[in-house]
């Protein structure tokens, strides 16, 4: 087994992006887990090669990481992974709304996303998700960050924020990136609110269809957008794992 030198913290803190002819990636920093990195695939670039990803794993090995997470998946783009020995951890469901038509939305007051809220919306994201899902300050970063626009939306009460969003535009697609509602304040139409919302903007700046994913698990959020219009896409996305300790560098 080859040895690895161990980076420091703050090496491991930054983020990197790597190129490989024509391809693009992210390594990042997981959630705030001091030695788990997440690749994802940039989708301006081209599909995901087997030298490509080893590129990923060895930049990720070497500064230290010793689990990478990916972001979701498409079907297409699993075999270079599953070649260096990533695992399916997690399956999601992916369901496109062709915004024809768009929902109105219950008479909640919006407000923009402003900084001053920003730990209010991380707990309110913390009590609406399983662990491993709940988003930190960086991952919250990267929702606003994965498109070339974005908007978030947040409804609060005398307490603070309960209910948040964030829309993402690239071209003529929308991405519902984020969404969580306090589970004390679930079942009231907070969630349809900030969808509707999502999906007129989305609509008005000339996006043709609008995409969200969740657990197949999370069934009160397939509820939801299923009755906003939402439909199912055939092919889910997956999210895969590999522990690196033991390792050999990729070639």
């Given at each position: 087994?080859?040895?690895?030198?161990?980076?420091?913290?703050?090496?491991?803190?930054?983020?990197?992006?790597?190129?490989?002819?024509?391809?693009?990636?992210?390594?990042?920093?997981?959630?705030?887990?001091?030695?788990?990195?997440?690749?994802?695939?940039d989708?301006?670039?081209?599909?995901?090669?087997?030298?490509?990803?080893?590129?990923?794993?060895?930049?990720?090995?070497?500064?230290?990481f010793?689990?990478?997470?990916?972001?979701?998946?498409?079907?297409?783009?699993l075999?270079?992974?599953?070649?260096?020995?990533?695992?399916?951890?997690e399956?999601?469901?992916?369901?496109?709304?062709?915004?024809?038509?768009?929902?109105?939305?219950?008479?909640?007051?919006?407000?923009?996303?402003?900084?001053?809220?920003?730990?209010?919306?991380?707990?309110?994201?913390?009590?609406?998700?399983?662990?491993?899902?709940?988003?930190?300050?960086?991952?919250?970063?990267?929702?606003?960050?994965?498109?070339?626009?974005?908007?978030?939306?947040?409804?609060?009460?005398?307490?603070?924020?309960?209910?948040?969003?964030?829309?993402?535009?690239?071209?003529?697609?929308?991405f519902?990136?984020?969404?969580?509602?306090?589970?004390?304040?679930?079942g009231?139409?907070?969630?349809?609110?900030?969808?509707?919302?999502?999906?007129?903007?989305?609509?008005?700046?000339?996006?043709?269809?609008?995409?969200?994913?969740?657990?197949?698990?999370?069934?009160?959020?397939?509820?939801?957008?299923?009755?906003?219009?939402?439909?199912?896409?055939?092919?889910?996305?997956?999210?895969?794992?590999?522990?690196?300790?033991g390792?050999?560098?990729?070639r």
């Amino acid at each position: 087994t080859t040895s690895h030198p161990r980076f420091t913290t703050s090496t491991m803190a930054r983020s990197s992006t790597l190129a490989w002819r024509g391809e693009r990636f992210r390594v990042t920093p997981w959630r705030g887990v001091p030695m788990t990195a997440q690749l994802a695939v940039d989708a301006r670039g081209a599909h995901p090669s087997v030298a490509g990803v080893g590129r990923c794993v060895a930049d990720a090995t070497e500064r230290g990481f010793d689990r990478i997470l990916t972001a979701a998946l498409h079907r297409d783009d699993l075999f270079p992974f599953v070649h260096h020995g990533f695992e399916p951890v997690e399956e999601l469901v992916v369901l496109a709304h062709d915004l024809i038509e768009v929902p109105v939305a219950p008479a909640y007051r919006l407000r923009s996303f402003r900084l001053r809220y920003r730990n209010e919306v991380l707990e309110v994201d913390q009590r609406s998700f399983e662990e491993f899902w709940q988003l930190d300050s960086g991952g919250l970063d990267e929702a606003f960050g994965a498109t070339p626009r974005a908007r978030g939306r947040l409804i609060r009460d005398a307490g603070g924020v309960v209910a948040y969003s964030v829309v993402g535009l690239a071209g003529a697609e929308a991405f519902i990136q984020r969404l969580a509602v306090d589970p004390a304040h679930q079942g009231v139409g907070l969630g349809r609110a900030l969808t509707a919302d999502a999906l007129g903007w989305a609509k008005i700046r000339s996006a043709r269809v609008a995409f969200v994913n969740t657990q197949a698990t999370n069934t009160a959020a397939l509820g939801l957008y299923e009755r906003l219009g939402f439909e199912r896409r055939r092919a889910p996305l997956t999210v895969m794992e590999l522990h690196l300790a033991g390792r050999d560098t990729p070639r």
